[in-house]
């Protein structure tokens, strides 16, 4: 019999979506994907020439579970000199990406039943790690008017005695938004935890991001390398914790994982430190694309309030068309050949939206666009 816990883990919808694309693909449509959030770029050759020169070296064994010391301080100087915050390489986890991150921090923090305060929409598996631990996600609506940001008052109003953390997100997935800076403030006033997913840092056109670690120590700095730095399947991440979490985490990760892989961390070093000018030239072109993309999306009729200014997403409003967002994201990719995102995979209060993905080339975005344009102009004919 299969466990009740494995029955409830939801599906990740965008994979269906997918997966249904490959199959047109197979049979000879041609798909313009803009539905994952992957970089269409190959790491860059600095990282891959760290990695090979790692494994020439024999560095195939298990590392310390708290990770190389060396990525460690690598670590700790990229937070510090970037943010001036101090961040020390005790207080550093190295994990096998940010979803482990994820992971290990709600098993460090969660007895069943305490309560984790997240935005809807929210990246979708933050919400499942909680329920497969037995914690409780407490969901605060976050509205496209408010650039989806958190208002502080609401997470007033849903803490309480069983509240461990508050989860945060800047640049977001799905929204592609950042928290301000006065909001962020605010919410690290509150006494409870709170869990920053940094993984989109870095990846901000105009505006600068902050770590969460500028207002409070009471925080988890969730990070990867998977979205800066190309490196999806690499699998590389880490949290900087509190100290008394440090130890309790490490058994978790020594249990479980052991430690991350030993020739990425050594790569991840090289990544931090010497791979700067690949990722401005990177940075650059999303912002081309963002730019291009969001006046596109408006003329063919998606409603965009605030202009998303991170991470490489777009949530627009399609309600217009269909207040369905899976259905419609279907009838896109069977009728427009356009792979998106329905924005009920991000939560219900994203249902009614898209999320668009500008991870891929400026002409297969100006395909897309066109398609989509001609799509919703036949809807209205
Ligand atoms: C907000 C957010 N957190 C975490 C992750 C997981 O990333 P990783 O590849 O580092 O496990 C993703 C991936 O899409 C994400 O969007």
Redesign the pocket.
């Known amino acids: 019999m299969i466990s009740k816990k494995a029955q409830n883990m939801p599906p990740f919808i965008v994979m269906d979506v997918l997966e249904q694309a490959q199959e047109m693909e197979r049979k000879g449509r041609d798909i313009i994907h803009l539905e994952v959030?992957?970089p269409d770029f190959d790491t860059p050759q600095v990282i891959k020439e760290a990695a090979c020169r790692a494994l020439n070296e024999g560095r195939t064994n298990y590392t310390h579970s708290l990770g190389l010391p060396e990525l460690r301080e690598a670590v700790a100087e990229h937070y510090s000199s970037k943010y001036g915050v101090n961040v020390q390489p005790d207080q550093i986890i190295i994990t096998s990406?940010?979803?482990?991150?994820?992971f290990l921090t709600f098993a460090a923090l969660l007895n069943p039943s305490d309560e984790i305060i997240l935005p809807n929409p929210c990246?979708a598996?933050?919400p499942n790690f909680i329920n497969f631990l037995n914690g409780k996600p407490v969901f605060i609506n976050v509205f496209e008017e408010d650039g989806f940001q958190y208002r502080p008052s609401k997470i007033e109003e849903k803490t309480n005695a069983s509240t461990k953390a508050i989860l945060i997100?800047s640049p977001?997935?799905p929204t592609g938004n950042l928290i301000k800076t006065e909001v962020m403030e605010e919410i690290a006033q509150n006494d409870c935890h709170i869990i920053s997913?940094e993984?989109?840092h870095g990846l901000v056109y105009g505006e600068k991001e902050h770590t969460i670690l500028e207002y409070t120590d009471k925080a988890f700095v969730?990070n990867?390398?998977?979205?800066l730095y190309a490196m999806?399947g690499w699998?590389?991440?880490y949290i900087i914790a509190p100290r008394e979490f440090v130890r309790p985490i490490q058994k978790i990760q020594q249990n479980f994982f052991i430690s991350a892989n030993s020739f990425v961390q050594w790569a991840g070093i090289t990544a931090l430190k010497e791979a700067g000018e690949e990722v401005k030239a990177m940075v650059e072109i999303y912002d081309q694309r963002r730019r291009f993309i969001i006046p596109k999306l408006k003329e063919a009729g998606f409603g965009i309030s605030v202009e998303p200014t991170g991470?490489f997403y777009v949530l627009a409003n399609a309600k217009k068309f269909s207040l369905n967002s899976y259905e419609l994201a279907m009838d896109i990719l069977k009728k427009a050949g356009v792979a998106v995102t329905p924005g009920i995979d991000f939560g219900s209060n994203a249902e009614g939206y898209i999320r668009f993905s500008y991870t891929n080339s400026m002409d297969n975005l100006k395909e897309g666009m066109n398609r989509l344009k001609k799509y919703t102009a036949d809807i209205y004919r």
């Open positions: 959030g992957e990406g940010t979803s482990p991150a994820l990246y598996c933050s997100n977001a997935n997913d993984i989109y969730l990867g390398f998977s979205k999806t699998r590389l991440g991470a």
